[in-house]
């Protein structure tokens, strides 16, 4: 079946350090691939999207690139601040049923 | 304007109640969805309602039933609560053919 696995955390940084978040995915087909965010205390909301091989998501200073080959979609983040701390979920979306898949959340802690 | 919307935010009853948790949207969107998301941060996909039909109902006990009294409501009512229903309930919405799906602020229901 049709799975997202995600590094577990928390994952913990000093501010302005370099930020991945793994993700891989099981999926029979070409699933689109998403990240979302939650921070403390509110629902999700989207932060990137990439609908097909090679397509780049970007958002708010975080990029991550749909790898067929690898079957990932890493999220990547160049300087990290105290407000990107939450937690962040990687999802893939098959078009046949239009259901979201979750991965299990990776919590991300910066400290100033 | 609140897109999706939840009453109560925060619930807290006795274990053999019966409540219930309120979900609005003004988004004009087809489909809705209850999500129960435990203290680990874990997201599990509940209901689904498309246009006032059942699409998606996960193995969720019979004691939780959502009812959608029109397109743009869907609420959750929960019978016969244990202690193990703790946890943050998120409704979320999303348009026909959309990947995009926009969450309420979630209810955190607490059973004593």
């Known amino acids: 079946g049709n799975s997202v696995t995600q590094m577990e955390g928390p994952v913990t940084l000093s501010e302005e350090a370099f930020l991945t978040i793994n993700c891989t995915y099981t999926?029979?087909?070409?699933?689109?691939l998403f990240w979302y965010v939650q921070y403390p205390g509110e629902g999700l909301q989207l932060l990137l999207k990439a609908t097909k091989a090679d397509d780049k998501g970007s958002n708010k200073g975080f990029e991550a690139t749909y790898r067929k080959e690898t079957t990932s979609f890493h999220l990547e983040k160049g300087s990290v601040q105290v407000s990107d701390s939450a937690v962040y979920f990687c999802a893939l979306l098959m078009d046949s049923n239009y259901q979201l898949i979750w991965g299990a959340g990776t919590k991300l802690i910066i400290k100033p | 304007d609140t897109a999706v919307s939840q009453t109560p935010k925060y619930l807290v009853t006795q274990m053999g109640n019966d409540k219930s948790i309120k979900c609005e949207q003004n988004l004009g969107h087809d489909t809705m969805y209850w999500y129960k998301q435990d203290s680990k941060k874990f997201l599990k996909i509940m209901f689904s309602y498309n246009n006032k039909e059942l699409i998606i109902n996960e193995t969720v006990p019979n004691r939780f039933s959502p009812k959608s009294p029109d397109k743009a409501h869907l609420n959750l009512h929960i019978n016969s609560l244990e202690l193990g229903d703790s946890a943050v309930y998120f409704c979320?919405?999303?348009?026909?053919?959309?990947?995009?799906?926009?969450f309420g602020p979630g209810t955190r229901l607490t059973v004593t």
């Open positions: 979320a919405s999303t348009a026909h053919g959309s990947y995009e799906q926009y």
């Open positions: 999926a029979t087909g070409y699933p689109s």
